[in-house]
């Protein structure tokens, strides 16, 4: 788990260079992450920090094969950028336990379990198909559900960020 770092940014706005290697790790306010995630937050049209407070998982068959699916709950704490209907809403991801089943998915962005903390990203994506456009999770660092948030760190986290962004790449 990511602690908090209480320690405030006074030095001088500077631009960053991402390690052109995208599983090296970058300080950011929040802990170490992984540049590749630092990329994804810069894409996002939303980044928030919220808690898991409800999950319901279940089984679907896709092309033969049983899935478990959750739908999460997630409670937003601290909105970081982008516009944001309601405070609370529910995701869909692959993973969860149904009776003695548990399935986890590696490329889920968050694990669904009642008492987590994320920080997390979303784009809208297309889908080909059907032409339709729905919300999804690009990247997420788990934080200490048990810490306290102080809002100037989470405000810290957006700009460390975008410190990193090319100009086209900040929504």
Not at 22 to 37: C, D, H, S
Not at 80 to 105: C, D, F, H, W
């Amino acid at each position: 788990m990511m602690l908090f770092l209480l320690a405030t940014l006074s030095a001088p706005a500077q631009e960053y260079v991402l390690p052109q290697n995208p599983n090296e790790k970058v300080q950011t306010p929040l802990g170490e992450v992984r540049a590749e995630v630092v990329m994804r937050f810069c894409r996002a049209e939303r980044v928030y920090i919220a808690d898991i407070t409800d999950v319901e998982s279940y089984t679907a068959t896709y092309s033969g094969r049983i899935r478990v699916l959750s739908d999460v709950q997630l409670t937003i704490l601290h909105p970081l950028k982008g516009q944001y209907p309601s405070p609370v809403y529910v995701e869909q991801i692959a993973g969860g336990r149904v009776g003695n089943t548990v399935m986890r998915s590696s490329h889920a962005a968050l694990s669904p379990t009642i008492g987590k903390r994320y920080v997390l990203s979303q784009q809208h994506i297309t889908n080909p198909q059907t032409n339709s456009t729905f919300w999804h999770l690009t990247a997420s660092i788990e934080l200490d559900a048990t810490a306290q948030i102080p809002a100037d760190v989470a405000t810290q986290f957006m700009q460390h960020v975008e410190q990193y962004c090319p100009a086209e790449q900040v929504q």
